[in-house]
């Protein structure tokens, strides 16, 4: 961290005063996918000074069903469509790469920073920028370009009103982004759907002291300062008089206390894969529908072509009948007078 930091200001928090992170000491450390945004303060475990921290990570892979079975996306919706028809669907290999890319809590972070620009007037900087913010018209809510000269030297009314507007906008911001994450309905306005293929890391946290004392902590301190020269990498800096003064020799029984070992190792490389699958589909409804014909009218494909079968040949019958001449006529029976007559042999 003091590598990495240009000034003496070496623990982040400063911008986040009176949260629940600003005097924690140590660091934040985020697993996360590549190509993607981190944010320590929503996702991170905390790794304090003088302790050995342990993350093992399981990689595991969740494949979700869209419409009409489900809600998931494949960008984000703030962006516009800049893979290659990801938006559209015309390749699936680009619906993949833009999901690796897209991130839920990325979309939900830009959710509050668009309420914070429409009522604010401003942008929060602990926010990811959204992709068409005009940052010379829209300016951070924690500038202090408005401040004038003489505030230096003196506090004026001016100095005053200036410090007290940026007040405004700080509290503006904070109680807008409460509001809009306490707000279920707010947030599913901003149409943040989890990625419909996303890869994830589920991390086990361990914590034990470090270094431990005898001889594991004296060739930890000579690891340190004199295998890695430590105090070598502030030469020709501004901290270099302040790491030697702080980081002696004689101050070696305090010195490792703000030092920690990190340690991330894969506890397991083979990947999980959860997979969604539609729970009704219109195959499933043809079958049902064959069954229960089935069982209800007692027909099947075979049945119903033999009726129609049967239905034609009694239908050629008829026709042939019909359309047949008679061939001879029967003699036509004569009344009856009602005389009988009677012949005696």
Same mark, same amino acid.
């Given at each position: 961290m003091l590598d990495k930091n240009k000034d003496l200001r070496v623990l982040p928090g400063l911008h986040e005063t009176h949260s629940a992170v600003a005097a924690s000491e140590g660091f934040r450390v985020v697993v996360h996918t590549p190509d993607t945004q981190p944010f320590p303060f929503s996702e991170s475990y905390e790794v304090p000074p003088g302790y050995s921290a342990s993350l093992g990570v399981r990689p595991r892979r969740n494949v979700r069903v869209g419409q009409p079975y489900g809600n998931c996306a494949w960008t984000n919706p703030f962006y516009l469509d800049d893979h290659g028809g990801a938006e559209g669907g015309d390749t699936a290999d680009g619906r993949r790469q833009s999901s690796r890319q897209y991130r839920s809590i990325t979309c939900q972070k830009m959710c509050q920073q668009s309420h914070v620009v429409a009522e604010c007037q401003c942008y929060d900087s602990s926010l990811p920028l959204l992709p068409n913010l005009d940052v010379d018209r829209v300016k951070p809510c924690r500038r202090n370009d408005e401040f004038p000269d003489s505030c230096i030297h003196a506090a004026t009314d001016d100095c005053l009103a200036a410090l007290m507007a940026m007040y405004d906008r700080i509290q503006c911001a904070r109680r807008t982004r409460d509001r809009v994450t306490r707000n279920a309905w707010t947030m599913s306005e901003c149409r943040c759907h989890p990625p419909c293929d996303e890869f994830v890391y589920d991390v086990s946290y361990s914590l034990s002291k470090w270094?431990?004392?005898?001889?594991?902590?004296?060739?930890?301190?000579?690891?340190?300062?004199?295998?890695?020269?430590?105090?070598?990498?502030?030469?020709?800096?501004?901290?270099?008089?302040?790491?030697?003064?702080?980081?002696?020799?004689?101050?070696?029984?305090?010195?490792?206390?703000?030092?920690?070992? $990190?340690?991330?190792?894969?506890?397991?490389?083979?990947?999980?894969?959860?997979?969604?699958?539609?729970?009704?589909?219109?195959?499933?409804?043809?079958?049902?529908?064959?069954?229960?014909?089935?069982?209800?009218?007692?027909?099947?494909?075979?049945?119903?072509?033999?009726?129609?079968? $049967?239905?034609?040949? $009694?239908?050629?019958?008829?026709?042939?009948?019909?359309?047949?001449?008679?061939?001879?006529?029967?003699?036509?029976?004569?009344?009856?007078?009602?005389?009988?007559?009677?012949?005696?042999?």
């Open positions: 270094p431990a004392s005898g001889y594991e902590g004296d060739a930890a301190y000579m690891d340190i300062f004199y295998g890695e020269k430590f105090r070598e990498r502030f030469a020709n800096t501004s901290k270099n008089d302040a790491v030697w003064n702080y980081f002696n020799d004689e101050n070696r029984s305090s010195t490792l206390k703000d030092f920690a070992r $990190l340690n991330v190792y894969i506890a397991d490389s083979n990947v999980v894969v959860t997979q969604e699958t539609a729970d009704y589909d219109v195959t499933r409804l043809l079958s049902d529908i064959g069954g229960q014909l089935a069982i209800w009218v007692g027909m099947s494909v075979i049945t119903m072509c033999e009726v129609g079968e $049967l239905g034609y040949l $009694l239908l050629r019958h008829f026709v042939r009948t019909w359309r047949r001449e008679p061939s001879e006529t029967r003699p036509s029976r004569r009344p009856n007078s009602g005389h009988e007559t009677t012949t005696t042999k």
